[in-house]
């Protein structure tokens, strides 16, 4: 896929496959040592420490047992869960994911350091609309960034504020928005 720009490590694969092409079925597991992928938008490579795939007659498992761990975004990560073949593509994700002390940049907006711990459902890959996570993310530290211009912030609520729809009971003023 286009996402991945280059992979390197090691597998031991122990998979029977049988059948014709385009209905092979395989069976057996894959069980992942230390790899590195680059990854198209991260500065820094997906680390895999290990994990262990199985492969069945109609999906792909991996067993909470033996999640797939590595570490990212300056922190560590495990997943384990389900996913189902259909024909070349997938479906039917069901995905447990952990992390601890990832952190994010947007630049210029925000910083954020945060642990997961989520599941997240993709019954369609093709349709966005039916994805779902649920779960928790606690932000362990962020930073919020915004350009600001005091004079037009003052200006704008005072002049121009009795033409904006919302209604607010507490405003706070320019020292408690900006100490």
């Known amino acids: ?7 390197t490590g090691i597998a031991n694969v ?25 990854l198209r938008d991260f500065s820094e490579p997906l680390v895999l420490l290990g994990g262990r795939l199985k492969l069945d007659r109609d999906k792909l498992i991996v067993p909470p047992e033996n999640p797939v761990r590595g570490r990212i975004l300056g922190g ?25 002390n990832l952190s994010y940049r947007v630049p210029e907006v925000a910083d954020l350091t945060f642990d997961t711990e989520a599941n997240l459902r993709i019954p369609n890959f093709d349709r ?19 350009n600001v211009s005091i004079f037009q912030e003052a200006l704008t609520n005072r002049l121009l504020g009795v033409f904006t729809r919302r209604t607010e009971t507490y405003e706070a003023s320019l020292v408690e928005k900006f100490p």
């Open 14 to 38: 122990d998979v029977e496959m049988r059948g014709p092409p385009g209905e092979l079925v395989a069976v057996g597991q894959v069980d992942l040592e230390p790899a590195e992928v680059l």
């Open 128 to 146: 966005p609309d039916t994805w779902t996570v649920s779960g928790d993310v606690r932000i362990l530290d962020g930073r919020y960034y915004e």
């Open 1 to 7: 896929p286009e996402t991945f720009l280059e992979a």
């Open 76 to 100: 560590v990560f495990a997943v384990d869960g389900t996913v189902g073949p259909d024909g070349m593509s997938l479906s039917n994700l069901n995905a447990n994911i952990w992390s601890h």
